[in-house]
């Protein structure tokens, strides 16, 4: 099991993510996606059912990116104003992430997991009964100096 706890930012609150492995199966989608540096990007996830009450969430295997849970968000530790689920596109059943000012950084793969009815943030529950949604490898160009003459 492992513990991850984040300050949000302004608000003092603790937000507590509890993980336990072998409770989501790996059958998500795979996709390829590339940036360059500043760039604004969509990661994209469709969800078949969504409520007012869907539980979103992205990570990659060294952060946590972003939580949605109905009008609910929060951003990990260096997303911080750049990443968004809309709460609009989640009830269409887009689950894409915006992720903008891209950087080189924020090459990783990333997963999207999602289930039915938000949990209390705080209770160990939260994570439980979470389906891998999407698996997104997303790779960042540097932008080059050089100015591109035709």
Same mark, same amino acid.
């Given at each position: ?14 937000? $507590?993510? %509890?993980?336990? &492995?072998?409770?989501? #199966? $790996? ?10 540096? +500043?760039?604004?990007? $969509? ?6 059912? =969504? #409520?007012?009450? &869907?539980? =979103?969430? %992205? ?16 951003? +990990? ?14 009830? *269409? +059943? !887009?689950?894409?992430?915006?992720? /903008? ?12 997991? $999602? /289930?039915? +009815?938000?949990?209390?943030?705080? *209770?160990?529950?939260?994570?439980? !009964? ?5 698996? =997104?490898?997303? #790779? ?5 100096? =050089?100015?591109?003459?035709?």
């Amino acid at each position: 099991m492992l513990r991850r706890v984040h300050r949000r930012n302004g608000s003092g609150e603790l937000f $507590i993510l %509890w993980f336990i &492995t072998g409770l989501v #199966s $790996i059958s998500a989608d795979s996709q390829l996606i590339s940036a360059r540096v +500043g760039d604004t990007v $969509i990661l994209p996830c469709k969800a078949s059912e =969504v #409520s007012n009450q &869907t539980y =979103v969430y %992205w990570e990659t295997d060294s952060h946590d990116v972003f939580l949605r849970c109905g009008a609910f968000s929060l951003s +990990g530790p260096g997303y911080e104003g750049r990443v968004d689920v809309p709460v609009d596109e989640l009830h *269409k +059943g !887009n689950c894409s992430l915006v992720l /903008k000012n891209v950087s080189v950084t924020d090459a990783a793969v990333y997963r999207s997991y $999602i /289930k039915s +009815g938000c949990t209390h943030a705080r *209770k160990r529950s939260a994570t439980r !009964n979470r389906h891998l949604i999407q698996n =997104v490898t997303f #790779s960042v160009q540097e932008v080059s100096g =050089v100015p591109d003459v035709r």
